[in-house]
């Protein structure tokens, strides 16, 4: 297994299809509770945990989930409100040193009990033609809404198995 990215790398199919968009919704509108059962009754000698050498702490890769699905549901929604929408990268390192990521992880569960019911509530009426809508990413160029919630699903479960390593070390 290559612990960098232990469900591997991001892979979305040529052609999505409503069982793929319908497993990713189940993925997404199951994490909170998946993430609050692996996490939340840690203490702060455990959140302190690294999956490797030089990586973020516990604690760390749960604020960061959400800060990355807070980033990603705002590209997601310009996608499909705006017409080739061009959206910034934001600094994940800098984001992950901020003081608010110092709160209990409890925080970062909740904002993410929001976020996601808005994803998944969203996803399951999108039509197969704004799947294929766009933005555009400074650095990573063009994006559809389908690759963007295949990486919504993928980004959570990533980071999970991450500090399911963390747990074990």
């Known amino acids: 297994m290559d612990i960098k990215y232990p469900i ?3 892979n979305v199919p040529d052609e999505v299809t409503v069982e ?27 959140l302190s945990k690294t999956y490797r050498d030089g990586s973020w702490t516990v604690r760390q890769l749960v604020h960061h989930i959400a800060d990355s ?9 310009l996608a499909l409100t705006d017409e080739n929408a061009k959206v910034p990268a934001f600094d994940e390192e800098k984001w992950a040193i901020q003081p608010d990521t110092k709160l209990p992880v409890e925080a970062s569960i909740k904002m993410l009990e929001g976020i996601n019911e808005r994803i998944v509530y969203l996803g399951n009426s999108l039509t197969e033609d704004q799947l ?7 650095t990573n160029g063009k994006i559809t809404v389908a690759t963007k919630l295949a990486k919504l699903a993928w980004h959570e479960e990533h980071h999970l198995a991450h500090i399911k390593i963390a747990l074990l070390q």
Not at 69 to 77: A, F, G, T, W
């Open 8 to 10: 591997g790398k991001l």
């Open 20 to 46: 793929y968009l319908q497993e990713w919704l189940r993925k997404i509108e199951t994490f909170s509770n998946r993430l609050r059962e692996t996490v939340g009754t840690l203490n702060d000698q455990e």
């Open 69 to 77: 699905q807070l980033n990603m549901y705002q590209r997601l929604k």
């Open 132 to 138: 294929v809508r766009y933005f555009t990413h400074q």
